[in-house]
Structures are given as C-alpha cells and as structure tokens.
C-alpha cells in the first residue's frame, strides 16, 4: 500500500508533507506581506462563482436575441458561398 502511496505523491508521504509544509509557509508569508488574506480569496471566490451563475442565465434569457443576432451574419455568408459554389459548379477545374 505505501508503494502505491508513495507513486502517487512522487516521494514518501513524510518527504511530500514537510515540501507542503514549506510551501504553503511561503505562500502565506507572500500573500500576507501583499495584505491578501484566506477569507479574502473565499469571497473572490465567491464573487466569481455567483457572477458566471448569473451571467448563465442571463445567457439562456437572452438566447433568442443572440440566435437572431448571428443568424444575421451566418445565414447571408451561408447563402452566398452556396451561390458562389453553385455558380461555379458549371466551370471546368484543372486539376
């Protein structure tokens, strides 16, 4: 079992525990010394997620404004290259 463990972490567990370890006092001492806190990240976080949920289904409510939007621009070039390629169909292509 420690075999796999240790595959797992890349080195013995007590070896990745004290790499951790110095790490994340690293990290604190960063973020403390650029007055970024834990709870401030959480509420980042936070913000960030209830933002892309919002945005979501402001996404769906707009859905059809959206759809008619693109339809304006992808419908007509659609057409066009269609008409070009039938056009062209008549026409001899060396190859």
Do not use: C
């Not at 420690?2 to 525990?17: A, H, I, K, N, Y």
């Not at 990240?41 to 402001?58: A, P, Q, S």
């Not at 769906?60 to 007509?76: C, T």
């Amino acid at each position: 079992m420690s075999g796999r463990l240790t595959q797992f972490l890349g080195d013995t567990p007590f070896r990745v525990f004290i790499r951790l370890l110095v790490l994340s006092f690293i990290v604190g001492l960063v973020l403390s010394t650029l007055n970024i806190y834990p709870l401030d990240i959480y509420y980042w976080l936070e913000r960030l997620v209830l933002h892309i949920y919002e945005m979501g289904f402001t996404f769906f409510g707009n859905a059809l404004e959206y759809l008619l939007v693109g339809a304006l621009i992808v419908v007509p070039i659609f057409l066009l290259m269609r008409l070009l390629k039938f056009g062209g169909r008549g026409r001899s292509h060396p190859e």
